[in-house]
């Protein structure tokens, strides 16, 4: 047993984390896959979730230490942070998914089912549902980010640092979605030749940009939100609104466009943390 003493969370509850996230998710993609009820994936976004607090209690017993209940959660994530993370939560997710749809749009006008709508009935119409599903997909979304940003990004960062922490777990996230992606249905408007690395570029930069955010606010409730607004946005409200042939390879999580804006952000991360870095 290797107990890293300078370490919040030990090696072992990180071994432990790995397995369990993969096996317990894995269970639950199968029984989606071979049935197709939506209710699997529900339980199979807490995974990451149950495993975090598996793990987390694994390392307070090896290193003997007595956390209260607050104490314990503190650790994956449930601490306080300004309100400007959540906010940005709500509008980042607009900024490398509403401009690529705003383009595609643009070029494709019939595709829009709004096209020709005054923008005041527009908005009427979509702005409720952006506020209000934000906070019914919290509920999945939080799953994910306990184990994710809540447990697994600090716990690397301590190890490997930030930069490669936030790249690995971006692309660990990015293929935990990959059974479904290639056996069951998501994102199945696409080819599968092209659905898989435009899907790891996609979500793996996403995940830098969630872990990130929840890094600079020190809790995993921004990561949350960002999360909610992310499904929330493109799968409850943009896609239905939007067809075509070429849509997914242009638009959401598989889409040129998106994949662009998602890595500008990304590039702007990388420019903050280098004048962090210099007027530090």
């Given at each position: 047993m290797n107990?890293?003493?300078?370490?919040?969370?030990?090696?072992?509850?990180?071994?432990v984390f790995f397995i369990l996230v993969i096996v317990l998710s894995?269970?639950?993609?199968?029984?989606?896959?071979?049935?197709?009820?939506?209710?699997?994936?529900?339980?199979?976004?807490?995974?990451?979730?149950?495993?975090?607090?598996?793990?987390?209690?694994?390392?307070?017993?090896?290193?003997?230490?007595?956390?209260?209940?607050?104490?314990?959660?503190?650790?994956i994530g449930f601490r306080r942070c300004k309100i400007r993370y959540m906010i940005l939560g709500f509008l980042i997710t607009l900024v490398y998914l509403l401009i690529p749809y705003m383009i595609y749009w643009k070029i494709y006008p019939e595709d829009f089912a709004y096209n020709g709508v005054p923008l005041n009935l527009i908005l009427a119409d979509l702005v409720p549902a952006m506020i209000i599903n934000n906070f019914i997909n919290l509920i999945s979304a939080t799953g994910e980010e306990i184990g994710w940003r809540g447990f697994l990004v600090p716990a690397l960062k301590e190890r490997i640092g930030l930069k490669k922490t936030l790249i690995y777990t971006g692309l660990?996230?990015?293929?935990?979605?990959?059974?479904?992606?290639?056996?069951?249905?998501?994102?199945?408007?696409?080819?599968?030749?092209?659905r898989i690395p435009a899907f790891i570029l996609c979500i793996t930069g996403a995940g830098i940009i969630f872990g990130y955010l929840?890094?600079?606010?020190?809790?995993?409730?921004?990561?949350?939100?960002l999360h909610a607004s992310h499904n929330n946005y493109d799968q409850g409200i943009f896609q239905l609104?939007?067809?075509?042939?070429?849509?997914?390879?242009?638009?959401?999580?598989?889409?040129?466009?998106?994949?662009?804006?998602?890595?500008?952000?990304?590039?702007?991360?990388?420019?903050?943390?280098?004048?962090?870095?210099?007027?530090?």
């Open positions: 107990v890293t003493n300078n370490t919040i969370w030990t090696d072992e509850s990180l071994k894995l269970i639950f993609e199968i029984a989606y896959i071979r049935t197709g009820i939506a209710y699997f994936v529900l339980i199979m976004m807490w995974m990451p979730a149950v495993s975090a607090i598996v793990a987390n209690y694994v390392s307070a017993r090896q290193k003997k230490e007595k956390l209260s209940l607050k104490e314990f959660f503190a650790r660990f996230w990015s293929c935990w979605h990959l059974p479904i992606l290639i056996f069951g249905n998501y994102m199945a408007e696409t080819s599968l030749w092209y929840a890094d600079v606010s020190g809790s995993m409730w921004p990561a949350a939100f609104i939007t067809r075509g042939d070429k849509m997914m390879y242009l638009v959401s999580e598989t889409g040129i466009l998106t994949i662009i804006c998602i890595w500008i952000i990304v590039l702007i991360i990388v420019l903050i943390s280098k004048k962090k870095n210099i007027q530090n």
